[in-house]
């Protein structure tokens, strides 16, 4: 079985940054190995959508165009963890903020149907103040 912890959310000012990291236990050598793991947030009242993704080990990468050149998705594969840097933070990037994995066996780390990604953590809270 594999758990997926995130940390590292909290409150800024705009225009400020916060790193949030992933841990991987369990089967962590299993998702790390040719798997897809990304970003997704959801801020009250509004439906989750997707931040960031990278594939292993290619190390390809999406994100979504209203973080791009302010967010970078990384991991560290010694770890088991997944990062993202989020550097000049804007009040519309509150959100509660989850990672999640998935081997990519039957669904596409790029697609659509990323909802449907296996694993997913419980999410760490982003508040950015004006």
């Known amino acids: 079985q594999v758990r997926l912890e995130e940390s590292g959310g909290g409150s800024v000012q705009a225009g400020g940054s916060l790193r949030l990291s992933c841990a991987t236990t369990?089967?962590?050598?299993?998702?790390?190995?040719?798997?897809?793991m990304g970003w997704f947030r959801q801020a009250p009242g509004k439906e989750r959508e997707r931040v960031a993704i990278?594939?292993?080990?290619?190390?390809?990468?999406y994100y979504d165009e209203s973080v791009k050149g302010r967010f970078t998705v990384s991991e560290d594969f010694g770890k088991t963890t997944l990062y993202l840097e989020m550097n000049t933070l804007k009040p519309e990037d509150t959100a509660m903020y989850s990672c999640?994995?998935?081997?990519?066996?039957?669904?596409?780390?790029?697609?659509?149907?990323?909802?449907?990604?296996?694993?997913w953590g419980q999410g760490t809270q982003v508040t950015v103040s004006s």
């Open positions: 999640a994995a998935d081997p990519g066996l039957s669904i596409s780390c790029f697609g659509d149907q990323w909802s449907l990604f296996s694993y």
């Open positions: 369990g089967s962590s050598s299993y998702i790390f190995i040719n798997h897809c």
């Open positions: 990278i594939q292993f080990p290619s190390g390809t990468t």
